[in-house]
Structure formats: C-alpha cells, structure tokens
T-cell receptor
Framework: DGGITQSPKYLFRKEGQNVTLSCEQN?????MYWYRQDPGQGLRLIYYSQIVNDFQKGDIAEGYSVSREKKESFPLTVTSAQKNPTAFYLCASSREGGSSTDTQYFGPGTRLTVL | KQEVTQIPAALSVPEGENLVLNCSFT??????LQWFRQDPGKGLTSLLLIQSSQREQTSGRLNASLDKSSGRSTLYIAASQPGDSATYLC??????????FGKGTTLSVSS
C-alpha cells in the first residue's frame, strides 16, 4: 500500500526530554511537511522540505528540529526548548512543493502529551 | 501575510439538507485552494482541489467554488448524511510556501 505512516500514534514525554516523531512515505514525493494542530487553532506549519538535504522553517519552528537525509523520511524532534508541546502532530507529503496541481497527502498523526 | 477564515465554526443540520461551508482568504495571489475532511483524532483527507485558474470542482455530492478576486470559496454538500459529520478544513497554497489553513468548520448531521 502506498501512503504516509507516522509513529508512534501516542507519545508521552516528561518535561525536559527530547522526543522524535517518525514520518515515512512510499509515494516517491519530493516535498514533506510537519504541522501542529491544537484545539480551535487549525493546522500550523512547523517545518517543510522540498528536496532531500534541504528544509525550511515554518511559522512555529522554535523548539523543533528536523532532518531530511532520505527522500522517504522526515523525522521531527521536539526539544526541551518547546514550552508547550502537547498537541496533535501531522506529517504530509506532496509530489513537489507549491505547484498549482499539487495535493498534500497526510499521515494519521501522532498525539504528543507532556506529563 | 495570508489569513484564511472559515465560517461558521460549527454547524448542525438534519439528514438530507443541502448546506454550504464558507472560506475566505486575504491575499488573492494563490496557486490553488483545497478542501479537506478530518475525522476526530485522524489525519486529513483531500476532498477537492481548485486551481487558481478554475472556478469550481465537483466530486459526487460535493461542489467547491472559487472566486479568487473576492478571496472566497464555498463547499456545497448536497443531501447531507450522518457519515458527512466531520471537520472540514480549507487551505490555500502560494508560491514557495506550504498550505495555509483555516480553523475549520465542524459539521454534525443528525439522522
């Protein structure tokens, strides 16, 4: 099956810990994205990558880091510098970034809770 | 900076009604506009994509329109069903950016 997988589905973090959320796609897409969703806030962009070994900060990148060493993988690390990390995290990919015909495909999400 | 607004925030209708969800955006320089569906605790599913040169797109009981000059889009759902209950999100994409989302409209269709 082609698609985007995220793991784990649920993640609990103690204050001061770094945690890494996994995102993998087998759609052969060049572009990948990380969004954060809070109740009543809609989705906000954390980071995006239009090609391997390149990524750009989104609107709320502070306290997060990413890497794009392989085309199919775009892990997100939530660092201890992120003051309010409890949220639903969604990963997405698209064939290429920013074209008029490009649809983004979303993973099932990871719910992160800080204890 | 582009802002996307969706009205209403929540909507409850009886089964069988036709309904309209609204989306507005402040900067008309968009590549496309997309409507997504999100079920509780799940990821997003793309419903319709309207390119900036298009006026509307249809898929089954769904019809989305785009008036780029006025910064508005509507999603029309015909003959609503309980299975349509979900949150509907509107998003636009501009040059060199990822999707910019509205906060969504949560729809509840009662049987």
């Amino acid at each position: 099956d082609g698609g985007i997988t995220q793991s784990p589905k649920y993640l609990f973090r103690k204050e001061g810990q770094n945690v890494t959320l996994s995102c993998e796609q087998n759609l052969n897409h060049d572009a990948m994205y990380w969004y954060r969703q809070d109740p009543g806030q809609g989705l906000r962009l954390i980071y995006y990558s239009q090609i391997v070994n390149d990524f750009q900060k989104g609107d709320i990148a502070e306290g997060y880091s990413v890497s794009r060493e392989k085309k199919e993988s775009f892990p997100l690390t939530v660092t201890s510098a992120q003051k309010n990390p409890t949220a639903f995290y969604l990963c997405a990919s698209s064939r290429e970034g920013g074209s008029s015909t490009d649809t983004q495909y979303f993973g099932p999400g990871t719910r992160l809770t800080v204890l | 900076k582009q802002e996307v607004t969706q009205i209403p925030a929540a909507l409850s209708v009886p089964e069988g009604e036709n309904l309209v969800l609204n989306c507005s955006f402040t900067d008309s320089a968009i590549y496309n506009l997309q409507w997504f569906r999100q079920d509780p605790g799940k990821g997003l599913t793309s419903l319709l994509l309207i390119q900036s040169s298009q006026r509307e797109q249809t898929s089954g009981r769904l019809n989305a329109s785009l008036d780029k000059s006025s910064g508005r889009s509507t999603l029309y759902i015909a003959a609503s069903q309980p299975g349509d209950s979900a949150t509907y999100l509107c998003a636009v994409i501009q040059a060199g950016t990822a999707l910019i989302f509205g906060k969504g409209t949560t729809l509840s269709v009662s049987s």
